[in-house]
Protein backbone atom coordinates (compact mmCIF):
# COMPACT_ATOMS: atom_id res chain seq x y z
CA UNK A 1 0.00 0.00 0.00
CA UNK A 2 1.21 3.39 -0.18
CA UNK A 3 1.34 6.07 1.91
CA UNK A 4 1.95 10.08 2.25
CA UNK A 5 4.53 11.05 4.53
CA UNK A 6 5.45 14.80 5.71
CA UNK A 7 8.25 16.48 7.86
CA UNK A 8 8.11 19.59 9.33
CA UNK A 9 10.34 22.12 10.87
CA UNK A 10 13.74 20.58 12.48
CA UNK A 11 12.63 16.95 11.48
CA UNK A 12 12.24 18.07 7.82
CA UNK A 13 15.70 19.61 7.83
CA UNK A 14 17.36 16.88 9.13
CA UNK A 15 15.56 14.40 6.57
CA UNK A 16 15.67 16.67 3.55
CA UNK A 17 12.33 16.06 2.54
CA UNK A 18 9.05 17.89 2.90
CA UNK A 19 7.58 14.84 1.79
CA UNK A 20 7.51 11.96 0.01
CA UNK A 21 5.19 8.81 -1.34
CA UNK A 22 6.21 5.23 0.69
CA UNK A 23 5.19 1.86 -0.50
CA UNK A 24 4.58 -0.95 2.55
CA UNK A 25 3.26 -4.13 3.28
CA UNK A 26 0.26 -3.07 5.06
CA UNK A 27 -1.68 -2.69 7.69
CA UNK A 28 0.77 -0.45 9.68
CA UNK A 29 0.99 1.20 12.67
CA UNK A 30 2.28 4.87 13.11
CA UNK A 31 4.61 3.89 15.01
CA UNK A 32 5.89 0.66 12.81
CA UNK A 33 6.22 3.43 10.03
CA UNK A 34 8.77 5.74 11.84
CA UNK A 35 10.29 2.10 13.38
CA UNK A 36 10.98 1.59 9.37
CA UNK A 37 12.08 5.02 8.71
CA UNK A 38 14.44 5.02 11.28
CA UNK A 39 15.54 2.02 10.21
CA UNK A 40 17.07 3.74 7.22
CA UNK A 41 19.50 5.13 9.48
CA UNK A 42 21.78 8.68 9.23
CA UNK A 43 20.01 11.38 10.00
CA UNK A 44 16.56 9.31 9.73
CA UNK A 45 17.41 7.69 12.38
CA UNK A 46 18.70 10.83 14.59
CA UNK A 47 15.47 12.72 13.19
CA UNK A 48 13.27 10.53 14.68
CA UNK A 49 14.47 8.39 17.49
CA UNK A 50 12.14 6.67 19.90
CA UNK A 51 13.74 9.01 22.41
CA UNK A 52 13.46 11.82 20.99
CA UNK A 53 10.49 14.25 21.39
CA UNK A 54 8.30 14.14 18.08
CA UNK A 55 4.53 14.56 17.63
CA UNK A 56 2.53 12.46 14.91
CA UNK A 57 -0.15 13.25 12.75
CA UNK A 58 -2.71 11.26 11.09
CA UNK A 59 -4.69 12.01 8.01
CA UNK A 60 -4.10 15.76 9.83
CA UNK A 61 -5.69 14.66 13.40
CA UNK A 62 -2.90 14.64 16.23
CA UNK A 63 -2.43 10.41 16.81
CA UNK A 64 0.01 8.23 19.10
CA UNK A 65 1.81 5.24 17.84
CA UNK A 66 -0.92 2.52 17.87
CA UNK A 67 -2.95 4.40 15.32
CA UNK A 68 -3.25 1.87 12.37
CA UNK A 69 -2.99 3.71 8.89
CA UNK A 70 -4.32 2.16 5.79
CA UNK A 71 -4.22 2.55 2.19
CA UNK A 72 -3.53 6.49 0.38
CA UNK A 73 -3.37 7.86 4.48
CA UNK A 74 -1.10 10.98 5.61
CA UNK A 75 1.29 10.75 8.66
CA UNK A 76 3.10 13.44 9.60
CA UNK A 77 6.24 14.09 11.99
CA UNK A 78 7.04 16.96 13.34
CA UNK A 79 8.48 18.63 16.59
CA UNK A 80 7.15 19.94 19.42
CA UNK A 81 5.90 23.62 18.98
CA UNK A 82 6.14 26.30 21.93
CA UNK A 83 5.23 29.53 22.61
CA UNK A 84 6.25 32.05 24.29
Not at 6 to 31: D, K, M, N, Y
Request: hydrophobic share 45%.
Amino acid sequence: MKINLRFFASVRELVGTAQEVLEVAGPLTVGEVRTLLIGRGGNWEYALAQGRALRTAHNQVMCDADTVIAEGDEVAFFPPVTGG
